[in-house]
């Protein structure tokens, strides 16, 4: 649901927010975690405190905001989500798909406000866009060309290329979930693909080091929290061995990639505060529609394309939400 119509669905709702929730929110702190595979960046925290204190919501006044995420994976540390629902947290904040996943595997009652997650529909969050049902909704980032946009930019930037490098988290279905459409998009424009596997440290450094040795002419990074929190280590690999790397996420422009096309996390975080004020309210999650990205940002790293020995055309420049020089 894109966003014009979601704030009509939304203002239709906000009358009829019951009268009983409105005077408990100010009898009680109410309890929200924000869970996700990886440390959340302090941006993205205060981008989501910020929005709920615009709409009422006050850490240590009237709610508490707890942070959560595994050492490893939820897989490896299943105490986790347990311990946030020992805790009688009211809503739950999951960033990112396996987030989500592991939210929804764990409760059915609980509110879950899911952000940055691939395919809602497809990975069981929500029945529909429109309707999610049960007891999660929220926003996705993802829409199905990002990659064959990316790629149609490396054709400028890198003329005669011949294959890329894709590097997917095989633990994230919302990661595995674009594998179809980068493919397309790779065999569209007549390129060969070199598929590997990273969300790790060391998986990183294992995968640039097999696709320098592949001889692919550039790397992107299909979306996963592992890229945000590894960003500066990416970017040292992509330097390190010359490789023209782009993502969906402005983080690893910022860090030293060459380019991004993607939803801003930012925003997705201010989002998710939209929907915790909405429950907190008294709504159901099964009520709010999920919300698509309308809006993508085009980001490039001049002084990156002048280390590699790329020319950026002045069209792609002034294409560009924003130019890092």
């Known amino acids: 649901m894109r966003r014009r119509d979601f704030i009509k669905v939304i203002a239709g709702s906000a009358a009829a927010w019951p009268l009983r929730a409105r005077a408990q929110q100010a009898d009680r702190v ?175 450094e294992r995968a640039f080091a097999r696709l320098k040795s592949q001889d692919v002419n550039v790397v992107l990074l299909l979306i996963d929290p592992s890229n945000v929190a590894y960003a500066g280590k990416i970017a040292e690999l992509a330097q390190q061995y010359r490789l023209p790397m782009a993502s969906q996420q402005r983080e690893n422009v910022a860090a030293g990639g060459l380019m991004s096309y993607g939803a801003d996390n930012n925003d997705q975080f201010r989002l998710a505060a939209f929907y915790v004020d909405r429950i907190l309210r008294g709504e159901k999650p099964a009520d709010l529609p999920v919300q698509l990205p309308t809006k993508f940002d085009f980001v490039i790293n001049l002084k990156t394309a002048r280390a590699l020995g790329l020319d950026v055309p002045q069209s792609l420049r002034v294409a560009a939400d924003e130019v890092i020089e």
């Open 30 to 204: 109410w309890r929200v975690t924000v869970i996700g595979a990886v440390s959340p960046l302090p941006a993205y925290l205060s981008a989501f405190s910020e929005a709920l204190q615009q709409r009422g919501w006050t850490e240590g006044k009237n709610l508490s905001i707890d942070v959560r995420w595994p050492k490893g994976s939820f897989a490896q540390e299943p105490g986790l989500i347990s311990e946030v629902l020992h805790n009688n947290v009211d809503v739950i904040v999951a960033w990112a798909t396996p987030s989500a996943l592991a939210a929804r595997r764990a409760t059915s009652t609980i509110p879950i406000v899911f952000l940055a997650v691939s395919d809602p529909v497809g990975s069981g969050l929500a029945a529909s866009l429109a309707h999610p049902g049960g007891n999660a909704t929220g926003s996705s980032n993802v829409a199905p060309d990002l990659s064959a946009k990316l790629l149609e930019t490396f054709a400028q930037l890198v003329p005669g290329m011949t294959s890329v490098g894709v590097v997917v988290n095989p633990a994230n279905p919302g990661a595995v979930a674009q594998m179809d459409g980068t493919q397309q998009a790779v065999h569209a424009l007549g390129l060969q693909a070199q598929v590997v596997n990273a969300a790790t440290l060391e998986e990183y």
